[in-house]
């Protein structure tokens, strides 16, 4: 077995859909045991010709599926997304045998709210969390005794990859609420839903829902800036270190060269 075998499985794409140009998921066969918590992600990679690039990625499946899924967005002039995104089913990628992060639903503590707040792909580690629970919920194991509030924001309302599943699950069950935002609704005139950037409309759906700092966690995923503001939004309310969850999908170019 070479180096690589013993620490990568080379699943298998069985599932790709596009959703937009840049923003598309797949669904991987993984090839092995792979344990993880909702909320954690996946290290995956492509073997180039060069060399190997490998880049972490929010688990969208909850663990109850045989199947794991992601969702991605295109950089272009990234390393590791072009090549990702010449994938088909059919094809293989590498994924390390072991998943990793803390960016897991806190069921533990007191706080019963929890506020997830993301941008496009940022929504991937709540639908881990949403199709667990609900999995849970229809087994009778979860009791809507946690409320989920999830704030999703895009520049367009095709970029919601999730937006009709979630929907869904926000029609059929009382412990989840959805507010999807678009920020760019002139390049969306059928938009009808509500306009401006997460962190604009965040302390109206928080004070609706009545998420305060003494009842919610929030969990803030994906655009770096958005979590920047989100997180000194929920700071100036009040909402101590441990109510405050991130999960930051890159670091933006200006800090990179400081
Ligand atoms: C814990 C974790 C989970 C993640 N989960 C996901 C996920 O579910 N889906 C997903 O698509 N990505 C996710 N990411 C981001 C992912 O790991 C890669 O950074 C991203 O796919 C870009 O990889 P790349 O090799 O193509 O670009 P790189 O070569 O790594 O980056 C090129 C440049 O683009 C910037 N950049 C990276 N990503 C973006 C972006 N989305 N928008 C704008 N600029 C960007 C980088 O800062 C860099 O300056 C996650 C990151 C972390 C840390």
Not at 96 to 108: C, E, M, N, Q, S
Request: one cysteine or more.
């Amino acid at each position: 077995m070479s180096a690589t075998d013993e620490k990568f499985y080379r699943p298998r794409i069985t599932k790709r859909v596009d959703f937009a140009p840049d923003l598309w998921m797949i669904r991987v066969n993984p090839g092995g045991e792979f344990k993880f918590a909702p909320g954690q992600y996946a290290t995956l990679g492509v073997e180039g010709p060069q060399k190997r690039s490998e880049r972490p990625y929010s688990i969208v499946s909850s663990s109850y599926e045989s199947e794991m899924e992601f969702f991605f967005e295109l950089v272009h002039d990234g390393d590791l997304t072009p090549q990702l995104y010449k994938l088909q089913p059919g094809d293989e990628l590498l994924m390390r045998k072991v998943a990793k992060g803390r960016f897991t639903l806190d069921t533990k503590s007191s706080r019963t709210n929890h506020l997830l707040v993301c941008t496009v792909t940022g929504i991937a580690p709540f639908v881990s969390y949403v199709r667990t629970l609900y999995q849970d919920w229809k087994e009778g194991k979860f009791a809507g005794e946690h409320k989920l509030l999830l704030l999703t924001g895009a520049s367009r309302s095709w970029e919601f990859g999730y937006h009709d599943e979630m929907l869904e699950y926000a029609r059929q069950v009382p412990w989840l609420k959805l507010v999807p935002t678009v920020s760019r609704p002139w390049e969306d005139e059928k938009w009808k839903g509500e306009t401006g950037r997460v962190e604009d409309i965040l302390r109206k759906y928080a004070d609706m829902w009545q998420a305060t700092r003494e009842n919610c966690v929030a969990y803030l995923c994906g655009h770096p800036e958005m979590i920047e503001h989100c997180k000194e939004i929920l700071k100036r309310c009040g909402y101590p270190k441990e109510a405050l969850k991130e999960e930051i999908y890159w670091v933006p170019a200006k800090k990179v060269a400081a």
